[in-house]
């Protein structure tokens, strides 16, 4: 196997990984999970269903609907997202786990730090996770799809994707458990420091990465 191709997979392995750390620290502060998680987490809150197993389920949901709107346009090698999605749920189970030693924060302050610490470990995992280019979360893949059908540019469909799974989670926590559930203060500050966490960081460490990929010389 090329040596290239052994670094690749092991930063979007790492990175898809890293991520599901800055998810199930945001889980524990219990102040919203990410846009991205808030379905998945909304599956939990209501049906109990394990939030590992519900990120597979709405990964292969994510999935189908590309097939709905891209039809014979649709890439069979897109498939291989379920495949990315049963090893991001697995991830998701195994963090959740591993933070699930900590006992439950009460004092809002530690709350607020466990949340602005799971952005960064969200943002450096994209970071990670993007530049391989192996193939992109289903999340992604549905954002690119209906761009692809609407002639939509893909930051604005990526902004009405975040808000319209953010709006699903509200509603249906609203009308099943009575609570906000899924979507909290957390799922905002989420929403805007991601973004700006992940340019600062590919302007601190970008070319260290692809240096390491040997995307540049």
């Known amino acids: 196997m090329n040596h290239n191709i052994v670094k690749r997979l092991f930063m979007y392995i790492v990175g898809l990984f890293v991520m599901t750390i ?5 889980v524990k502060s ?3 999970v990410s846009p991205v998680s808030s379905i998945p987490y909304t599956m939990t809150c209501i049906w109990g ?4 197993k519900a990120t597979i389920l709405f ?5 189908l609907l590309q097939i709905i709107l891209l039809r014979k346009k649709y890439k069979l090698k897109n498939l291989l997202q379920i495949i990315v999605g049963i090893v991001f749920g697995y991830f998701t189970t195994f963090c959740n786990w591993g933070v699930g030693f900590l006992s439950d924060p009460q004092n809002i302050i530690i709350r607020i730090c466990m949340l602005l610490i799971s952005t960064i470990f969200i943002a450096f995992g994209i970071f990670l996770y993007l530049p391989p280019d192996i ?3 289903a999340g992604e893949g549905a954002m690119q799809a209906v761009s692809d059908v609407s002639g939509i540019a893909f ?7 975040d808000v319209s799974m953010v709006t699903v989670s509200l509603i249906t926590c609203l009308i099943f458990i009575k609570s906000l559930g899924s979507v909290g203060i957390g799922t905002v500050i989420a929403a805007v420091l991601v973004g700006m966490e992940l340019g600062y960081i590919t302007k601190c460490f970008g070319n260290l990465r692809d240096k390491w990929l040997e995307k540049i010389s």
């Open 49 to 52: 269903i394990e939030m590992g």
């Open 155 to 161: 930051p604005k469909v990526k902004i009405g994707f």
């Open 59 to 63: 990964h292969c949901f994510l999935v």
């Open 135 to 137: 193939m992109p979360l």
């Open 30 to 32: 219990n102040l919203g």
């Open 22 to 26: 800055g998810i199930s620290i945001s």
